[in-house]
């Protein structure tokens, strides 16, 4: 009954449900260019970006950092109009309570055939570190993702994909990280077993 890590395993190697996030970017990093926002960090905007982008922006509530825009996506603060031409949201949408307005505000961040890439958890531990500092108010379906983001953005700029099984699923639970399995482990998607839910959102 007790996990082998809280921390998603962090202290042996990689998260779980990292290897599905950096998968996603990877798939996706042709969407990534120009003028980005990525929560908290850079890394992954400069990382799948590599030289289409023009400038790297990461957006963090206190505004601390190189680069740092003062923001906040629930309330539309330092949320700027047509503004960005990719936004990397990973691992965000859980820890904010009020998701129309998180919506909303990434709907208005992208200039116009700019796209944002959103991760969020499916089948997941409560990661303790945010939930003391902002709140734990969510895990996600694909049909959620349809819901929140499709009367903004229309059914054809919306395209959601979940990553995960049985197995990735229970060993992420237990904190087990990615070198305790095999990569054939990683290559199984079942959509019954959500670890991870990416989603692609364009905006016409």
């Not at 790297?56 to 923001?71: N, P, R, S, T």
């Not at 691992?91 to 700019?114: C, H, P, W």
Request: net charge negative; aromatic share 12%; proline share 2%.
């Amino acid at each position: 009954t007790v996990p082998a890590s809280r921390e998603f395993g962090t202290e042996r190697g990689k998260p779980i449900d990292r290897y599905y996030i950096e998968q996603f970017l990877d798939d996706n990093r042709l969407n990534i260019h120009g003028e980005t926002l990525e929560i908290a960090e850079t890394t992954y905007s400069l990382k799948y970006g590599e030289n289409r982008v023009s400038h790297a922006y990461m957006l963090h509530v206190e505004g601390w950092g190189k680069d740092a825009i003062k923001g906040n996506l629930e309330t539309g603060e330092g949320i700027e109009e047509s503004r960005y031409d990719t936004l990397i949201i990973t691992q965000t949408l859980m820890f904010t309570y009020d998701l129309k307005n998180v919506a909303e505000s990434i709907y208005k961040a992208l200039r116009s055939g700019g796209a944002a890439l959103i991760t969020v958890a499916g089948i997941s531990q409560i990661a303790r570190h945010d939930a003391d500092r902002w709140g734990s108010y969510y895990s996600f379906h694909k049909d959620a993702l349809h819901k929140l983001f499709e009367p903004l953005f229309g059914c054809g700029n919306v395209s959601v994909k979940s990553y995960g099984n049985v197995k990735t699923a229970i060993a992420m639970l237990y904190g087990l990280c990615c070198e305790d399995l095999a990569e054939s482990d990683f290559a199984v998607y079942d959509e019954d077993y959500p670890v991870l839910i990416g989603a692609v959102l364009r905006k016409a």
